[in-house]
């Protein structure tokens, strides 16, 4: 029989596809069951439909911002990198289209999370596994990785029947370029990577001439073989037993959360559509399902959907696709498999009409939480100062006191200037109101004012010293505020701290 011939003969591939399930899947006796159990080789047959359309949308969508973004500009004027998305480690800064992050805002990224978290248990509340289906990394690389394989080795039957016989050169030619292709795929997944950490576009030069820094080649090789492994060869293993998120969203889901269901109030009894033709004659029950397979065979992780809810399931909705085409050839209505719950299978049974309830409680509850944080966040943001003082009081001396008298602290300042241009700006103190301000080794200016200036972008460290001239002694221990005064501006930046003086004696 040639390849084309056994590949239509799908009877013969499904029997023995069927017997190697059935095998597969029958009981053993408790004494024999492995501990670990191997991995059955998941033969995923491409589909057309609604879902699958999404997907491909969404793959080009999210993989063409991965590896295309590193190259979008922004002009941020002559100080500044001109990268939209820049982790610049050197400088130690994140830089996002308008927005740049300073290392002590870190606590942005608090927000980030906190948004990322409720977003994922919203989408698990309106329609479970969104994310697992849809946008989760390993889902869209193993959904291209699937596509190189079939575009190679053929689909489903094909590659089954390829598989199972004699290898033959051809066999061996188009793993090959499999694997070579999966490699290429992968390798340009690391290289996009770093390209997130350094100006794009010089460092694809240095990459190609040879002259990047080994951290970028050492980069690109993990995330090259971890693509591959991941992608290629993992696939349904990282969901189902590497991935902790089908048990979190298998706690946080509850009833009302749709999900993809088989609707066994109109499947079952399932039966072949002759058989089913005979029993509507003669007045007998009959589901629409007709146990053709279709909905196994494109499954990703090798679920049968029919069984009902299975962490193994992430909710691609291929299934959906593939029992909706066959129910079409069938000229029966599609949806026996689709978005739903089972509170309405349970309902229709009961001759109770479906309800959809998206709105609820638990969704209110997280798209309010989402928005406060978000808020907030954007609040943080727009208003937050372009300028910044730390200060560090020396420890030891505490103080000191004068010949004249008078008492004198010391203190490391830090200086923080966040706009792309020079700044000046001038220091002082409020809480001592006879004391002077002096930064250490900072001469004058011609109008006697002792200006800092801080470069665009950056910090500076000043020592400085604040001396008490009054009268009578200063308190052991005096709050003072130290206010940073940008010269040109006005803009200020303030700074609590201590002014220590002697032990007053009774
Ligand atoms: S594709 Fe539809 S009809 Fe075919 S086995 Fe699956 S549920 Fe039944
Ligand atoms: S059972 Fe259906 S929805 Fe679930 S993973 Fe398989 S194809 Fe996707």
Redesign the pocket.
Known sequence: MSLDQAVRSETSLDRLVAAAEVGANAPLPDDDIPLYAPRRNIYPQSVHGTFRRIKWAVLVVTLGIYYLLPFVRWDRGPNAPDQAVLVDFPARRFYFFSIEIWPQEIYYLTGLLIIAAITLFLMNAVAGRIWCGYLCPQTVWTDLFLAIERFVEGDRREHMLRDRRHWTASTWGRKGVKHFLWLMVAWWTGGAWVLYFADAPTLVKQLATGEAPLIAYVWIGILTFTTYTLAGHMREQVCLYMCPWPRIQAALTDEYALNVT?RYDR?EP?CSVKKAEQLREKGEPAG?????????HVCPTGVDI?GGANLGCIQCGL?ID??DN??TKLGRPTG??AYDTDLNIKARLEGKPSVFQLVRMRTILYAAIIAIVGGVMIYVLATRDSEGISVIHDRNPMFVQLSDGAIRNAYTIRIVNKQLKYRNFIISVDGLPSSLVDFVGLPPRADGRQLVDVGPDQTREVRVTVTDYADTPPAPSTSILFKLIDVDTGEVAEMRDHFFGPEQKP
């Open positions: 088989y499947g399932r629409d399902c007709i146990d053709c397979l279709q909905c196994v029919r299934c593939a029992c066959v129910m026996l498999i």
